[in-house]
């Protein structure tokens, strides 16, 4: 079958076979051109260096179900997860499905037919929304819980397609985590993660993107915010040799906020960029963005940015803050930052800073007896610092700290 002016040779999912909404998707796929530097949202990146010709989606020799991955245990990724603490749920994927799962008794992992469309798709997240073979929804409780999800990519050079809805109940606080780390040599991963929060509860959402070197990352994060709800994101890009990921953050409930930091350190030819959405859609809603990254070899970062204040959304605000340090004579960032307002009585801002560690306070540190090349580093991990503040991110800070080592 042809898929975005691709040749390949995949097969429906199972869940899909009597499903008229695939009719549609397969439509659509095979209209739609696959993503090109032409286009405003791809203009930055190598995505014309990209194919999804020669990769298979890895077949299911037999389909895993939940139960079968709860007796297995998650005993696979205990050192990858004790860093962080323990958890009330533990989700492993492997190929996109489930391999391991620890659940609370009142939290409930199901499959689904499809999650929930919104709007207009980008064609590898429709691509992800089409042919996820395991499409995954997990249930939350109205209470305080901790949940991990261990990502552990393709086993193969395939397409390794990943589809997990959260929904969180109203009146709760919940930890969540996600780790999403391997990928093969060559093979392109499509996480799709969306995040549906109930009225009057609080969400800390952190994900570190570790990816192989070799592996390309196409990553989808969704967010549903209703009333009085608090959502803090939080995201660390180390790893992939072409990392995306797009946010759409969408405020429905009057008084919803939301908190979107990230962190991410370019090395080599590495790329990672980022496409971020704050849609504000009811009234006295807020949100706060904040970008930081460092960039050495010939890394190259991307970020554009959209506030979006629908009408209607009176009392709103918006701020939208993207900042990198160039380490390099051969890394660059590109920074695009854009206001879309369609109601009075709103505060929006955005900024946005490309350049070296300031020479005043090299300068600085000089006068005081620090050698050049250790004020750089001291100045470097500062600039992380602001990040860092909340108790739920401390624990990625050696991550941090260990991947400037590496790449600079």
């Known amino acids: 079958m042809r898929i975005l002016n691709n040749e390949v040779d995949w097969s429906i999912p199972s869940w899909a076979d009597s499903e008229a909404e695939m009719v549609s998707v397969l439509s659509q796929l095979q209209e739609m051109s696959f993503p090109s530097e032409r286009e405003e949202d791809w203009r930055y990146g ?14 299911l020799e037999a389909k895993p179900t939940i139960e079968a991955a709860i007796q297995t245990g998650v005993g696979g990724v205990s050192e990858l997860i004790a860093p962080y603490g323990e958890f009330d749920n533990v989700i492993i994927l492997t190929n996109g499905s489930p391999s391991g799962i620890k659940l609370s008794p009142d939290s409930t992992l199901e499959t689904t037919g499809s999650s929930k469309r919104r709007g207009e798709l980008e064609g590898f997240e429709l691509v992800d929304y089409g042919f996820s073979q395991i499409p995954l929804r997990l249930s939350l ?7 991990i999800i261990c990502d552990l990519g393709s086993q193969n050079a395939s397409l390794g397609l990943r589809t997990l809805e959260i929904v969180v109940a109203d009146n709760a606080e919940h930890e969540i985590f996600e780790i999403r780390s391997g990928g093969a040599r060559d093979s392109i991963e499509v996480p799709r993660t969306a995040l549906v929060i109930g009225e009057n509860s609080k969400v800390t959402y952190t994900s570190l993107q570790n990816r192989e070197l070799d592996t390309k990352e196409f990553a989808y994060l969704n967010i549903s915010a209703g009333k009085d709800s608090t959502v803090n994101c939080f995201h660390l890009a180390v790893g992939a040799r072409y990392g995306r990921l797009r946010t759409d953050c969408d405020l429905v409930g009057e008084n919803a906020s939301a908190k979107l930091l990230s962190g991410y350190i370019g090395g080599g030819d590495q790329t990672l960029e980022f496409r971020t959405f704050q849609n504000h859609l009811a009234k006295k809603t807020r949100s ?3 970008y930081k990254g460092a960039l050495a070899g010939s890394s190259h970062s991307i970020y554009s940015g959209l506030i979006h204040i629908a009408k209607g959304a009176v009392g709103s605000d918006a701020f939208q803050t993207n900042r990198n340090l160039v380490l390099s004579d051969s890394s660059h960032a590109d920074s695009v930052p854009n206001l879309d307002i369609q109601e009075n009585d709103v505060r929006c801002s955005h900024a946005s800073a490309v350049g070296p560690v300031e020479d005043d306070q090299l300068y600085y540190l000089a006068c005081r007896g620090v050698e050049p090349g250790t004020a750089e580093r001291i100045l470097v991990r500062g600039f992380f610092k602001e990040l860092l503040g909340s108790d739920p991110l401390e624990v990625l800070e050696g991550v941090i700290f260990d991947s400037l080592e590496e790449k600079w």
């Open 46 to 59: 190598d995505i014309d260096d990209v194919t999804l010709e020669g990769l298979k989606i890895e077949p």
């Open 141 to 147: 409780p109205p209470r305080t819980t901790r949940t």
């Open 288 to 290: 706060e963005l904040l």
